[in-house]
Every structure is written in structure tokens, then in C-alpha cells.
């Protein structure tokens, strides 16, 4: 399929759904404020135009990845030499069926999916096995800063060449004494005494595609410059070079190299946007590659879970499928749930971007600086997604194998590659515990610089909840007992998030492990009201499988009683952190009210869930 057949479905007005109301477009309300469930767009809402584009990304990777990765019995490596050129003809294969081009507007030869559209690209991708980390740098980092803060000279030499993969991209950002704190990069530019080029030296490390990619964003300081700027650097310009194959723990199929500058002449018409432009660029590109490599970890979960409901229900042991066996069904369970209420909140997510930006374009925005700014919007759901997808992605591939036994551990099925493969999602676009701090932090600066959130009039209603807590009588009609889950969750957040901050003030910054299970509440309150939400919505829309409805309602509850326990333990454990005697005791008894167990059967919910994908043979949400 190529770009004339997304056309074609455009045309035909096919997958086109009614427009929902309007959610608050604002980064972080949703811990002080209230979302309705129509509001929400779900997965099952993805137009014809995604499903098609879906369906034809799985195709490819199962064609040319799975099949040839089951016939050869082993993962290509690009440290070999013929694996590494077979690696560069899948991109290019990609890249003629427009798979490269995803990201990149019309005009320059791309299909310029939304970002819902690119989230479902992400997951699909999670088939194609380390091969995603290749297509994920040339469609998101390696292209996007050209997309977004290219002028048009740019853009039109270099983004037709990357949609269509004649040109192979990369993206130099890290260095070796510069990871997390990437403006702290050494490497220089120098412009020449005749203002023709910038001369760039230094070194840049973890260079994904970098041993076959034609082009590499990197960023320099330029002279004394305070913060980075960005260049468009061409693999054959004078003084650059390129370092062997890292031999890495897992994504082996990926190319990952080392560059190196040594007086690079790079011409002074490739500086990439403004000068120390290049720090907030980086950062704005990582905001959109956080929600992706969240993406990718859930739709890891969700391939990894099929996989090992297909064997547990073929491996017979004591006269019968190990899928009979409850310690199994756990397992199963147990993933099953966690992928469901993590892809509500990703798409939740991203559609809120592509809806802001709509709404930024409305407002006289040009176009690429609406996308940027849309995406910086949500910063902070973004880091949320990015740690919740990484972690369960890493937990379901563990479990899978666990599921395999022995089998697992050997090379022939593939889950030991997918259990080495996952490992780097907790590692790039920002560590988890960075991603953690940057969620909180975020919202921080929104609430007491920008003043966009109020998180303490959200606190000041606190009382007032705990006060109906004590009712006798509380109504349990339709999800009452859910919605005030949820409630509590957030007021958590907000309860020990002020406290914490009036007791250490400035210092806080400095007690990350506060400010780490200060995380763990604010995410398992925004994935909480997703899936929620999700499940109110499936109830109102016509047609609904009820059987199926029914597993859904029971993931949902199962994953409000296991964050329960979650948030319970980081709030205890912060209140003992930074408060002593009568006010530790005031705070423990105050975060325990707001966060009241969940009077559910867990083992039959799991059980229940368990027997619906065991009987459909893999995820099927």
C-alpha cells in the first residue's frame, strides 16, 4: 500500500466518527479538575485511515521480520556485516511503502499521520522486534526537528529523501560526559572567518542508525554560547567519522555507533532553527518520543502476553494445558489489565495533543509550531506514559518467559530477544527515574510559576471529600465507588504534594525520593481515570459486546485495586520521609482515609480476564 491508498480512504470520508465534546486542553488538569467520559477518545474510535495503516505496518514485520527471524532461528545482529545490510534494506523496503514518511508532511513525500496515528505506528511497530528502533529514528527524531524547525531549503533537500529512506537519519544528542544532562554537551562549533561554515569538534555517543544513516542532527554549542543549537550534519562533509557497531545487550538488529568531529566543516546554511535554539528543541522532540516508547512498551506487553497464552495453552503438563493452572492465569491476568488501562491513558493522551493542536492552529498558529506546542503541552502525561509503558513492557516479557520456562530462555523463541530487546525503554527518551521527577516537576512549574493549574484550590476541597467518606450511606450506583477511587488518588496527590513542599520548601527539589512516590500517585491517578473513563465510554456506545464489556469493566477494577495498594505504599512511605510524630501520625491517617482499600475479589477478576484471552488466544482489547 502506498501513500495513494491513504488518499483513497481519506476521499471516501470512511472511519469519519462524530466529534466528542472537548476535553480541557491543559497539560496536568486532570489532577485538579474533572473529565467527562465523552469527552474521551479510545482506541476503538481509530478511523479507517489508522486501522489500514495499522494492519499494513503488522503485515510487514510479520513478512519480513517474524517469518525470516523463525526460518533463520536467530536475531540479525548489524555487528555482522551481512545482517547489517539486511537491516538497511528492510528500512529501505519500509520506506518504499511509505512506512518512513509517517511523520513528514505531503508535500515533502510523507503521509502526515496525526499523532493518534503515529501512537498506533509505534505500537504496530513493536512486531517488527529491534527493527522499531531503526524505523522510530528515522521517522521521529531523526526527522522531526527538520519537519518542525527546518526552513523550506531544508526541508525540501532532506525530508522526501527520509520518507522515502533514500536518506537514512540520525540523531547526536548525548555525549560521554552528557546523558541526562544533555546541555552540558561539549562538543563545539566555531563559525569560520568567512561565515561559510561551522566547525564542529567533539564526539557524540548511542548514535542510533548512525553506522549507515546520511544525515545527523547534532547539537553544539556554538563559541561561548550558553546552551546547544542544532545542525543538519551530512556523513560524507570533511572531518566527520563514524566508530564500529556498539555490541549492546539487546536491540542487536539496531545500528548503534559512536560519531566523531574533528574540525567538521559543516556548512553555515545547515544551523537547524535559531541559534541555542537546539536544548529546547531536543526537549520538545524527547516530549513526543516519550509518549511513542511508551506506546512501544504496551504494545510489547500486548504481543509478548498472545505469545504466551498461545503456549501455556498448547504446553501440556500434569495431563492438561498449563493455562488450567491458577499461578498461570495470574500471569496472564495480570498483564491483560495492565495493557488495557495503560493504552487507555495513551490514547487519551494522544488525541488531547492532536485536539490542542487543532485548537492552537484555530488561533493563528502556523502549523509546525502548533504540533510543537501540543506536545509540550502534555509533558507531563507524557513522562507518565513513557515510565508506565517502559515498566510494563519489561514485567510483561518477564512474565512471558516465566510462563515459556525453559523455553523462554532459549534463543529459537524469541522471547529471550523480546525480554534483552524491552530493557532500553526504562533507559532512552530520558530515564525512567528522570521521567518520574519531570512529571512532578512539570507540574510544579504550572501550578506555582505559570499558574495554569490550581492545585491548591483542588487541596482546599479535600475536607469536604473525607467528610463524605465517613457517610454512612454512600450511593454505589454506577461507578461511584470508582469515581471516588479516583478522587482520592488525586487528593493523595495533592494532600502530600503540599504538605511535603510546605515542610521542605526549595529543598524538595533535592529529596527526589519524596518526589518519586509523589510520581507514583500522580500517574496511578491519571491512568486510573482513563480507564475509567474508557469503560463508561464503552458502555454508552452502541453494539457493545457485552461479554467482552464485562472483562473490560472487571480490568478496570482490578487496575484501580492494584494501584491502590501502589499508591498506598509510595504515600505512607513519603509521609514518613518528611514528617515525625504527631503530624507523621496525622499525615499516615489522612493519606490511609483517602486512599481506602477496594472491596473486589481479585483472584476470581484475574481468573475471569485470564479465561476470556486464553479462549481468544492472546490480547484481544
Known amino acids: 500500500m502506498t501513500q495513494s491508498t491513504f488518499e483513497k480512504v481519506k476521499m471516501s470520508g470512511e472511519g469519519k466518527r462524530p466529534v466528542a465534546p472537548s476535553p480541557v486542553l491543559k497539560g496536568g488538569y486532570f489532577i485538579a479538575g474533572d473529565t467527562p467520559p465523552q469527552s474521551l477518545f479510545i482506541s476503538e474510535e481509530l478511523s479507517e485511515e489508522h486501522r489500514?495503516?495499522?494492519?499494513?505496518?503488522?503485515?510487514?514485520?510479520?513478512?519480513?521480520?517474524?517469518?525470516?527471524?523463525?526460518?533463520?532461528?536467530?536475531?540479525?545482529?548489524?555487528?555482522?556485516?551481512?545482517?547489517?545490510?539486511?537491516?538497511?534494506?528492510?528500512l529501505k523496503k519500509a520506506g518504499a511503502l511509505g512506512l518512513c514518511g509517517v511523520s513528514i508532511p505531503e508535500q515533502y513525500g510523507g503521509i502526515a499521520l496525526d499523532f493518534k496515528g503515529n501512537t498506533l505506528f509505534s505500537m504496530v511497530m513493536a512486531n517488527g522486534?529491534?527493527?522499531?528502533?531503526?524505523?522510530?529514528?528515522?521517522?521521529?527524531?531523526?526527522?522531526?526537528?527538520?519537519?518542525?524547525?527546518?526552513?523550506?531549503?531544508?526541508?525540501?533537500?532532506?525530508?522526501?529523501?527520509?520518507?522515502?529512506?533514500?536518506?537514512i537519519a540520525a540523531y547526536a544528542l548525548t555525549e560521554p560526559g552528557a546523558g541526562s544532562d544533555a546541555n552540558s554537551g561539549k562538543t563545539s562549533a566555531t563559525l569560520s572567518p568567512d561565515g561559510?561554515?561551522?566547525?564542529?569538534?567533539?564526539?557524540?555517543?548511542?548514535?542510533?542508525?548512525?553506522?549507515?544513516?546520511?544525515?545527523?542532527?547534532?547539537?553544539?554549542?556554538?563559541?561561548?554560547?550558553?546552551?546547544?543549537?542544532?545542525?543538519?550534519?551530512?556523513?560524507?562533509f570533511e572531518g566527520f567519522s563514524v566508530g564500529p557497531e556498539e555490541k549492546k545487550m539487546g536491540i542487536k538488529g539496531s545500528s548503534?555507533?559512536?560519531?566523531?568531529?574533528?574540525?567538521?566543516?559543516?556548512?553555515?546554511?545547515?544551523?537547524?532553527?535559531?541559534?541555542?535554539?537546539?536544548f529546547r528543541m531536543a526537549l520538545n522532540i524527547l516530549n513526543g518520543g516519550r509518549l511513542k516508547a511508551g506506546a512501544g512498551g504496551i504494545s510489547g506487553a500486548q504481543l509478548s502476553l498472545t505469545k504466551a497464552v498461545q503456549y501455556a495453552a498448547e504446553r501440556q503438563q500434569f495431563g492438561q494445558p498449563i493455562s488450567n493452572f491458577g499461578a498461570i492465569q495470574y500471569k496472564i491476568g495480570d498483564i491483560a489489565m495492565q495493557a488495557f488501562?495503560?493504552?487507555?491513558?495513551?490514547?487519551?493522551?494522544?488525541?488531547?495533543?492532536?485536539?490542542?493542536?487543532?485548537?492552537?492552529?484555530?488561533?493563528?498558529?502556523?502549523e509546525n509550531e502548533a504540533k510543537v506546542k501540543a506536545i509540550r503541552e502534555f509533558a507531563v502525561e507524557a513522562a507518565i506514559i513513557k515510565v508506565k509503558g517502559s515498566e510494563l513492557g519489561c514485567y510483561a516479557t518477564d512474565e512471558a518467559i516465566q510462563i515459556y520456562g525453559g523455553m523462554g530462555y532459549a534463543q529459537e523463541t524469541g522471547m529471550e530477544m523480546g525480554y534483552r530487546d524491552v530493557r532500553i525503554t526504562k533507559i532512552y527518551e530520558g530515564t525512567n527515574e528522570v521521567n518520574r521527577l519531570l512529571s512532578v516537576g512539570e507540574l510544579a512549574k504550572r501550578a506555582m510559576v505559570s499558574k495554569e493549574i490550581d492545585l491548591a484550590g483542588a487541596g482546599k476541597k479535600i475536607p469536604a471529600f473525607l467528610l463524605r467518606q465517613l457517610l454512612p450511606f454512600r450511593s454505589k450506583e454506577g461507578y461511584a465507588e470508582e469515581k471516588r477511587i479516583v478522587q482520592g488518588l488525586k487528593n493523595a496527590f495533592l494532600f502530600l504534594y503540599g504538605m511535603a513542599g510546605k515542610k521542605l520548601g526549595k529543598k524538595m527539589i533535592d529529596e527526589q525520593e519524596i518526589v518519586m512516590n509523589l510520581s507514583t500517585l500522580l500517574a496511578e491517578a491519571y491512568v486510573c481515570e482513563s480507564v475509567l473513563l474508557k469503560v463508561e465510554k464503552?458502555?454508552?456506545?452502541?453494539?457493545?459486546?457485552?461479554?467482552?464489556?464485562?472483562?473490560?469493566?472487571?480490568?478496570?477494577?482490578?487496575?484501580?485495586?492494584?494501584?491502590?495498594?501502589?499508591a498506598r505504599k509510595a504515600a505512607l512511605e513519603a509521609t514518613a520521609s518528611f514528617s515525625t510524630g504527631s503530624q507523621k501520625r496525622t499525615y499516615t491517617m489522612v493519606a490511609n482515609a483517602l486512599l481506602k482499600p477496594y472491596d473486589v475479589n481479585p483472584k476470581e477478576m484475574r481468573r475471569a480476564i485470564?479465561?476470556?484471552?486464553?479462549?481468544?488466544?492472546?490480547?484481544c482489547f
Not at 503488522?58 to 555482522?80: H, K, S, Y
Request: glycine share 8%.
Open 196 to 236: 561559510q561554515h561551522y566547525i564542529l569538534n567533539g564526539q557524540k555517543i548511542w548514535i542510533t542508525n548512525g553506522g549507515f544513516a546520511d544525515i545527523f542532527i547534532v547539537f553544539a554549542k556554538i563559541g561561548e554560547d550558553e546552551k546547544l543549537s542544532a545542525f543538519i550534519v551530512e556523513r560524507n
Open 129 to 167: 522486534f529491534s527493527f522499531a528502533t531503526t524505523v522510530g529514528a528515522q521517522t521521529s527524531i531523526g526527522s522531526l526537528p527538520i519537519v518542525y524547525y527546518g526552513n523550506e531549503a531544508q526541508k525540501k533537500k532532506y525530508l522526501p529523501g527520509i520518507a522515502s529512506a533514500e536518506l
Open 256 to 278: 548503534t555507533v559512536q560519531i566523531y568531529f574533528d574540525n567538521c566543516k559543516v556548512p553555515a546554511e545547515n544551523l537547524l532553527g535559531k541559534r541555542q535554539e537546539g
Open 52 to 90: 489500514m495503516m495499522g494492519e499494513m505496518t503488522t503485515g510487514f514485520c510479520i513478512r519480513e521480520i517474524q517469518e525470516p527471524f523463525f526460518r533463520r532461528g536467530r536475531e540479525l545482529a548489524v555487528t555482522n556485516k551481512t545482517d547489517k545490510e539486511e537491516v538497511l534494506g528492510l
Open 341 to 366: 488501562a495503560n493504552e487507555a491513558a495513551l490514547f487519551r493522551t494522544a488525541d488531547n495533543i492532536d485536539r490542542k493542536e487543532a485548537e492552537l492552529i484555530a488561533a493563528g498558529l502556523p
Open 538 to 566: 464503552l458502555e454508552g456506545m452502541a453494539h457493545a459486546d457485552k461479554a467482552k464489556l464485562e472483562i473490560q469493566r472487571q480490568m478496570m477494577q482490578l487496575y484501580l485495586y492494584e494501584a491502590l495498594a501502589r
Open 610 to 619: 485470564a479465561g476470556f484471552v486464553i479462549e481468544k488466544r492472546g490480547y
